[in-house]
């Protein structure tokens, strides 16, 4: 089947005029700074986008992206497939007004001089921050088992919170 490319930068106002529905890849290869942070990725997220207006007038893209990616396992240290289902459902802002008056249900998303949204990079930070904060074997599939990790392995404290849960209020500023 052919995998049809979404494209990079939209208009969401603009699609969601023409009612857009996107069904189809954003190329990982594409996704520098995921690939940065992981053993390996598919070569695809599949992706799809619906555009709209709502019964207020808001401009509205949601969806969902799937992929899988390999991580390392902070157990065992051997790398482990984990798979990503992201939701999202955004509205396009532009300056802090609009930011504010956003029903709680959508995610703001700031559009650029031209009204257009980085849907690349959107998609990447979500992927990223949907990584699990410390990345682990289902406790069956691990080779280091849990009386191993009595030795102090991994203890609590290097439960760091994941570093790229910060993405999503910085693109709150
Ligand atoms: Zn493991």
Known sequence: MQKVKLPHQIDPVKSALQRSD???????????RLNNIVVSSDDYVEAN??????????????????????????????AFKQNLNVEFCYSPVQG????DS???????????EHGMVN?????ED?????????????????TVTESDM??????PEDERP????????????
Do not use: I, W
């Open 150 to 155: 009595q030795f102090g392995q991994l203890k």
């Open 96 to 99: 802090e007004d609009e930011f």
């Open 22 to 32: 996107y069904e189809g890849v954003v190329n990982t290869s594409d996704m520098v």
């Open 49 to 78: 986008v619906q555009f709209l207006k709502d019964e207020q007038g808001l401009t509205v893209f949601r969806g969902s992206l799937m992929t899988s990616v390999e991580l390392l396992c902070q157990r065992c240290n051997e």
């Open 102 to 112: 956003l029903p709680e249900a959508y995610e703001p998303v700031e559009v650029d």
């Open 119 to 123: 849907l690349l990079q959107l998609f």
């Open 126 to 142: 979500d992927l990223m921050v949907s990584l699990p904060l410390v990345p682990r074997h289902a406790e069956a599939e691990c």
């Open 162 to 173: 994941n570093p790229f849960a910060v993405l999503k209020e910085l693109k709150r500023d």
